[in-house]
């Protein structure tokens, strides 16, 4: 097979059985003011993923130009109306535990509940918590009730860990159907509780979503969404940690992000198996600045689609 491209950002290639085909995912340049949106690795939530170039959160500026592509929803000067909020395990499953007992499933549904006051007081939106307290809910229960309530947005909060120790940071996630490395695909391993041998034995699970990966402005919108919410965990965090380190945006094949039909992210926003990252997620104030850079995020990433909502 020969492919004669005049450009070529990026390619996926990954089999598929049933019957056995090759399926070659092929990416061209962007133009000017576009995203940079490469594949990744899985993550520690449940996923392949992979990992992206960090870029510069997208401004309203950067749809405004006539030669500029537009993503359907802004074409439509669709609003978000609706948010849903997921806070990552819950119940019998506490999701990470850190070195000194702290649980996954506590951080993130503080974390929610903190976002969601923040989404309700300072935006003209509607909240949809997948849980709000300690319950378990399931991986397809979640995005199953954002599509039931006309959610327009996705945000699904998790900690990372590591069995380095020493791993740190923050990194936002997209789906994907390929991992980036072996830390991303461990992250999504554990977060959709799966073996990395079983999310690799996926390819029916793959064949069937892909068509839908493809058909609508989904992805594109989320890597939006995704580039102005780490760019804003960062820098809102950098003044409490210092050494708060930017993992970037990255693809990976999570249940929850899979399975929405709205654009969706998933925030790891730390590692509980760092000792020193697990005793600022242990206090309230470091947890309000988490939950108050992902409001920034998502405000600066609605405000992005206002101007070109104004004229049409």
Same mark, same amino acid.
């Given at each position: 097979?020969?492919?004669?491209?005049?450009?070529?950002?990026? &390619?996926?290639?990954?089999?598929?059985?049933?019957?056995?085909?090759? *399926?070659?995912?092929?990416?061209?340049?962007?133009?000017?003011?576009?995203?940079?949106?490469? #594949?990744?690795?899985?993550?520690?939530?449940?996923?392949?993923?992979?990992?992206?170039?960090?870029?510069a959160?997208?401004?309203?500026?950067?749809?405004?130009?006539?030669?500029?592509?537009?993503?359907? #929803?802004?074409?439509?000067?669709?609003?978000?109306?609706?948010?849903?909020?997921?806070?990552?395990?819950?119940?019998?499953?506490?999701?990470?535990?850190?070195? &000194?007992?702290?649980?996954?499933?506590?951080?993130? %549904?503080?974390?929610?509940?903190?976002?969601? *006051?923040?989404?309700?007081?300072?935006?003209?939106?509607?909240?949809?918590?997948?849980?709000?307290?300690?319950?378990?809910?399931?991986?397809?229960?979640?995005?199953? %009730?954002?599509?039931t309530?006309?959610?327009? %947005?996705?945000?699904? @909060?998790?900690?990372?860990?590591?069995? !380095?120790?020493?791993?740190?940071?923050?990194?936002? &996630?997209?789906?994907?159907?390929?991992?980036s490395? !072996?830390?991303?695909?461990?992250?999504?391993?554990?977060?959709?509780?799966?073996?990395?041998? !079983?999310?690799?034995? %996926?390819?029916?699970? @793959?064949?069937? @979503?892909?068509?839908d +990966?493809?058909?609508?402005?989904?992805?594109?919108? #989320?890597?939006?969404?995704?580039?102005?919410?780490?760019?804003?965990? *960062?820098?809102?965090?950098?003044?409490?940690?210092?050494?708060?380190?930017?993992?970037?945006?990255?693809?990976?094949?999570? &249940?929850? +992000? @899979?399975?929405?039909?709205?654009?969706?992210i998933?925030?790891?926003?730390?590692?509980?198996?760092?000792?020193?990252?697990?005793?600022?997620?242990?206090?309230?104030?470091?947890r309000?600045?988490?939950?108050?850079?992902?409001?920034?995020?998502?405000?600066?990433?609605?405000?992005?689609?206002?101007?070109?909502?104004?004229?049409?």
């Amino acid at each position: 097979m020969v492919l004669d491209l005049a450009s070529l950002k990026s &390619y996926m290639a990954f089999p598929l059985r049933e019957p056995d085909r090759l *399926v070659i995912d092929v990416t061209g340049q962007d133009g000017p003011g576009d995203s940079d949106a490469a #594949s990744q690795p899985v993550s520690s939530a449940g996923s392949a993923a992979l990992t992206e170039t960090p870029t510069a959160a997208p401004s309203a500026a950067n749809h405004d130009g006539g030669d500029q592509k537009l993503s359907l #929803s802004r074409q439509m000067g669709l609003k978000v109306k609706t948010i849903a909020i997921d806070a990552g395990h819950g119940g019998h499953d506490p999701g990470a535990v850190g070195k &000194y007992g702290l649980k996954e499933k506590d951080v993130t %549904l503080d974390v929610a509940r903190r976002l969601a *006051v923040l989404v309700k007081e300072e935006l003209d939106c509607n909240v949809i918590m997948t849980r709000d307290k300690d319950e378990f809910v399931g991986l397809e229960e979640r995005p199953a %009730l954002a599509k039931t309530k006309g959610a327009d %947005l996705f945000v699904s @909060i998790h900690v990372n860990a590591h069995r !380095r120790r020493t791993a740190r940071g923050i990194e936002t &996630y997209i789906q994907g159907l390929q991992a980036s490395d !072996r830390d991303a695909m461990e992250t999504a391993a554990r977060e959709n509780a799966m073996s990395m041998k !079983r999310l690799s034995e %996926l390819g029916s699970e @793959i064949e069937r @979503i892909l068509a839908d +990966l493809k058909k609508d402005d989904k992805i594109e919108e #989320s890597i939006q969404l995704a580039h102005t919410v780490q760019a804003s965990l *960062v820098d809102t965090i950098r003044p409490a940690q210092k050494s708060v380190v930017n993992l970037g945006v990255k693809r990976a094949f999570f &249940y929850v +992000l @899979i399975n929405t039909e709205m654009p969706s992210i998933l925030a790891e926003v730390g590692f509980i198996s760092n000792q020193e990252e697990e005793k600022l997620l242990k206090t309230s104030a470091y947890r309000q600045k988490i939950a108050e850079a992902l409001f920034d995020g998502i405000k600066k990433y609605m405000d992005s689609m206002s101007p070109k909502m104004a004229g049409l």
